[in-house]
């Protein structure tokens, strides 16, 4: 447990940074999403060679190729393009047919060698990337309708310019739980007190598919947190 989120991104800063070191030709599951920001600016400080890393897509929007509140954009801007990652494992935004959209990209991830560091935030109603519930451990990559408390976090996204006030998108594809939960190494960032109680759920509910992030109790899973979730004083 850390003092503040700018110390949480300094700790998951240097655990991929240690990652990449030891694995250069990582295969690493890219959240966006605010929480793993801070976390994505401290790993750019940190200069480390990226350029045989994979940058692999976890989620995304279902609306035209040009809008700016494609989460490829907003991985790009965020973590490619800073980090200096050149190969980057995205859903293919040409297909209209959907499904076959997300076969390709499971079948792409799987033809890799499947995930080694998955980069995770933490939903407000328990989701990993739009897995949202009820998922269970074994929901495939697949197009997504958004929960109602998943269209209000993402709504604060694209709240403010330079995207102009517009709503969350309800429509998406994500990354399945059977990838997910199958890599190497999970790394969960979670800050901010309104992460108190579904982190502590998280951690203590016998896993269940109306709670995704439950499944991962049994897997290879580091935590990084702030006081603020964990309700510490010290
Ligand atoms: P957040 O989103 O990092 O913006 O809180 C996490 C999530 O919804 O998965």
Known sequence: MLQDAAAVAEEAAAL??????????????????????PTYEALAQLKPDMS???????????IPEDDPR????????????????????????????????????????????GVDLAI???????????????SGSNAPTRAVTLSQASLASNAAYWSAAPHGARAAPRSAVTVGMDIILRADTILLLVTGRHKRDILARTLSETPNPGLPSSYLQGTNLVVITDQDVTGSTA
């Not at 599951?29 to 920001?37: C, D, K, Q, S």
């Not at 494609?70 to 991985?75: D, G, H, K, S």
């Not at 494992?89 to 209209?96: A, I, Q, V, W």
């Open 70 to 113: 494609r989460l490829c954009a907003w991985m790009a801007r965020a973590y490619v393009t800073p980090l200096g990652v050149t190969q980057v494992l995205g859903f293919d935004l040409s297909l209209s047919d959907t499904q076959r959209m997300c076969r390709l990209h499971a079948d792409k991830i799987g033809t890799l060698g």
């Open 52 to 62: 045989d890393t994979w940058a692999v897509q976890l989620d995304e929007y279902l």
């Open 120 to 134: 995770l935030g933490l939903g407000p109603n328990g989701h990993l990337g739009f897995n949202e519930p009820p």
């Open 16 to 37: 991929i940074a240690r990652y990449v070191k030891t694995k250069p030709d990582a295969r690493v599951l890219v959240a966006t999403g605010n929480t793993p920001m």
